[in-house]
């Protein structure tokens, strides 16, 4: 890799690019092997991680439960650092390969779901459950799909350049850097005069928008709040604080992680027993 790089005419694959995720990731999809999914007892199946990704799903999961719903759930852990998410079972409910997917088994044919915020939708509507007030609906879906939009920079640039990438870029961390502070002062300037993402109603636009930006104030994410200057954003720290005072959350973000504390597999409300 060079400061001066000129594009070849085609691009091909160099094995070696290095970088934390160099040996994983691949220009093609399908699966890498042979794995069948595991499946627990209850309704629904969660494959996943406990990235930001995965942690609305769970968040969510936890949530329902905590509100009387029967939303009882198995989540498996797929190591996506291991290549679990190209095991065949994982990519036949996800072609995607990316963390988390569901497999609802609630109905007599069970269905398959993908990218977080379809997960978060379905279980909602599902449950008609954390949707906020019907006349905002417009708007909790507009955050909903900000979120879906916006995080790729925050994670797969300002992330990846910032603490992945095989050497510190000036241009890449200058380019995602401006663009994250961009995206914080949006979400600080709505959260003046807002709750939550819509008003008094918390909803799956807070679960999807929290893991990402609600780690970040905290300093969670890539161990640069300092570099973001997180502490300015007071309203989205506010904001942050108080969703994660939520028991489901605290629950929730525990799931699908390795190490002290952590829950790697989750098959039961008593799984959590001793950990919150
Ligand atoms: N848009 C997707 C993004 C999912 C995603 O990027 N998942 C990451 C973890 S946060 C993943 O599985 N990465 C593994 C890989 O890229 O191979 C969603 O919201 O579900």
Do not use: C
Not at 25 to 34: E, F, L, M, S, V
Not at 91 to 120: H, M, Q, T, Y
Not at 192 to 208: C, H, K, L
């Amino acid at each position: 890799m060079t400061e001066n790089y000129t594009p070849p005419k085609v691009w091909t694959w160099d094995k070696e690019n290095g970088g934390t995720w160099g040996s994983l990731n691949r220009p093609i999809a399908g699966p890498t092997h042979d794995k069948e999914l595991p499946v627990g007892e209850h309704p629904f199946q969660l494959y996943s991680q406990g990235t930001p990704n995965g942690v609305k799903v769970t968040v969510l999961l936890e949530e329902l439960l905590a509100a009387g719903h029967d939303a009882e759930y198995d989540a498996w852990l797929i190591r996506i650092g291991k290549g679990d998410q190209f095991g065949s079972g994982f990519v036949e409910i996800n072609p995607n390969s990316k963390i988390p997917a569901l497999l609802d088994r609630s109905d007599p044919e069970p269905v398959r779901v993908f990218e977080s915020g379809a997960i978060l939708m379905h279980l909602a509507e599902k449950f008609g459950a954390f949707l906020g007030d019907p006349a905002k609906r417009a708007e909790m879906l507009s955050w909903l799909f900000w979120q879906m939009g916006s995080a790729p920079y925050l994670g797969g640039g300002f992330g990846h350049f910032y603490a992945y990438a095989p050497h510190p870029m000036e241009y890449p961390i200058n380019r995602f850097a401006m663009e994250v502070k961009r995206q914080l002062d949006v979400l600080d300037k709505h959260l003046a005069d807002n709750r939550f993402m819509v008003g008094e109603d918390y909803t799956i636009a807070d679960m999807a928008i929290w893991p990402w930006y609600g780690r970040t104030v905290h300093g969670e994410s890539y161990d640069a709040g300092d570099f973001l200057d997180v502490q300015s954003y007071t309203n989205v720290r506010r904001w942050a604080d108080e969703i994660l005072e939520r028991p489901a959350v605290q629950r929730g973000r525990l799931v699908n992680r390795t190490g002290e504390g952590m829950l790697e597999e989750r098959h039961n409300a008593s799984d959590f027993d001793g950990l919150v």
